[in-house]
């Protein structure tokens, strides 16, 4: 049997997928650290150097800025070649500028970099319409994927290797709002969101591309069975 080789991975960002994706790749026995936003320690202690740099920040005002400096501190270790791994969002569709604007800056600053346009993050206890309960909104397609195939898909770039691509990553079947969110509001006891009549358009997008490319295959291929582990048994 093939024994996967031990890498240095480094991410900056671990909160509920780098958290996630930390915990898998230690089990498989990869070197990880997590980055934090004192890029100078971070490059005194070496964890830039490393085969594997994991963007998983979320945007906020400082969002670019944490992006160019980690670039920068990769640039220092000229001798490896670090595999970047971008998450961005499938806002990028929607013209969101930070998003659009995160995009081109990874683009121009290492052409290689993988850019994973994650939908909707949900699973475990991010619940569609928990947060939602008594109010009103549009009903609109969904776009969403669970985390265990987010930190899945991650893991198969690193064994791969893959440079330069960009990926949409959506679980192979969506619904509507207006379904999965009656759906676990009966199924966990929360008030349900009020639909207008109306449906929202919303750009229908696909991970096959990336299923071919990488060969892999989803975990969690329908959104409405996100939650099935957190069902209770019944008697």
Known sequence: MHK????????????????????KLEALGDEVNCLCRDVNMDTLVGFYACDVLVIAIPPSDEYLEAIEDAYFSLSLNEALETQVIFLSSISFYDDKKIVVEAEELVKIKEPDTVILRLGGLMGYDRIAGKYSAGKSMEDKPTNYVHRDDVVGIIERLIEKGTKNKIFNVVAPKQTT???IFTQNAKQFNFGETKFS???????????????????????????LGFWEELTPPKN
């Open 197 to 223: 009549e109306n449906i929202s358009p919303n750009k229908e997008l696909s991970s096959d591309i990336l299923c071919e490319v990488l060969g892999y295959e989803f975990k969690k291929k329908d959104v």
């Open 177 to 179: 709002r207006k379904e």
């Open 4 to 23: 996967r080789k031990k890498k240095k991975i480094a991410i900056l960002g671990c909160g509920w997928i780098g958290m996630a994706l930390k915990e």
